[in-house]
């Protein structure tokens, strides 16, 4: 393991952008921006200050979509110039709560997670209470193209990290309740119905606050890479949702992952409770994301 950047506050959404260079989110209050990151983590750029962006993915244009969770709550695309506009706010008449991670599907629609309460009420919250704290957490589908979309699925206990499988399913990490779900792809499409596919919870070790998977992508071996918050580690998941390994990290708060580039064998981690960028040696490529 190697620290790529340090002195970061909050961390969040690594994106590996097509030139190599990185960019994240620190979504502390007194940053509150999109980050970029040469390759080598030498040099680093304010790209935009939106407030606290949480999730980010890529879009094949090399714009960014970005899950903004106030200022208001919303789904913003940000050029990398710094150009953002607000694409939308609520749903099917539903004001957005929290957006907190999003992703480009197979049918090039942005899904979107809503973790369901508002950042400013969660945050007042006394941390004890937060592990089963209600919430109306939801799974949306937007088209980027016009921002209309639709809710497709709720019942989330803390609706958070969002990834695709080789197969097209949908997975949605519930932090409170340490479950990742799936929605398969069924007649071209993600289905309403949600399964629970596994847990990444560590039983044997005492929770760090709040414990839960965050962020996640896949490899290309079809493992599941999840950042689990509070229990210091990436908990790698099998095609089967059992727990194939456990990679420790040094900081107890990671909330998300993102594959080097090919060939690389790397995956970099945001952790918030220290404030750095990891970089872990996995000898594993990832499963490219789609980009719209």
């Known amino acids: 393991m190697t620290i790529f950047v340090d002195d970061l506050k909050n961390p969040e959404a690594p994106v590996l952008l097509s030139d190599g260079n990185l960019c994240l989110v620190e979504m502390h209050e007194s940053r509150g921006w999109i980050l970029w990151l040469s390759a080598d983590g030498k040099e680093r750029r304010v790209v935009a200050k939106t407030g606290r962006p949480n999730g980010m993915t890529l879009a094949a244009d090399g714009t960014l979509w970005v899950a903004e969770s106030v200022n208001p709550p919303a789904l913003l695309h940000v050029t990398l110039d710094g150009d953002v506009e607000i694409v939308a706010t609520s749903c099917e008449g539903k004001d957005f709560l929290f957006p907190n991670d999003l992703r480009f599907g197979p049918d090039g629609m942005l ?63 519930a932090t409170q309740s340490g479950l990742i779900y799936r929605h398969r792809w069924v007649n071209g499409a993600v289905s309403t119905e949600k399964e629970v596919f596994g847990s990444v919870v560590d039983e044997t070790r005492a929770p760090l606050g709040l414990r839960g998977p965050d962020g996640m992508t896949f490899g290309t071996d079809g493992d599941l890479y999840v950042a689990v918050v509070g229990q210091q580690d990436v908990t790698v998941l099998g095609p089967d949702g059992n727990v194939v390994r456990r990679i420790a990290l040094e900081g107890p708060a990671p909330t998300n992952v993102a594959f080097g580039p090919a060939g690389s064998g790397k995956l970099y981690v945001t952790e918030q409770g220290v404030g750095h960028l990891e970089v872990h040696e996995v000898d594993i490529d990832g499963l490219p994301l789609m980009k719209g």
Not at 118 to 141: E, F, I, K
Not at 147 to 164: P, Q, R, S, W
């Open 111 to 173: 899904y979107m997670t809503d973790t369901g309460v508002h950042m400013d009420s969660w945050r007042d919250l006394p941390p004890g209470q937060r592990q089963n704290w209600p919430t109306d957490a939801r799974v949306y589908r937007i088209d980027p193209s016009t921002g209309e979309g639709e809710i497709i699925g709720t019942g989330y206990e803390f609706a958070n990290g969002i990834a695709f499988a080789s197969d097209n399913s949908l997975y949605v990490a």
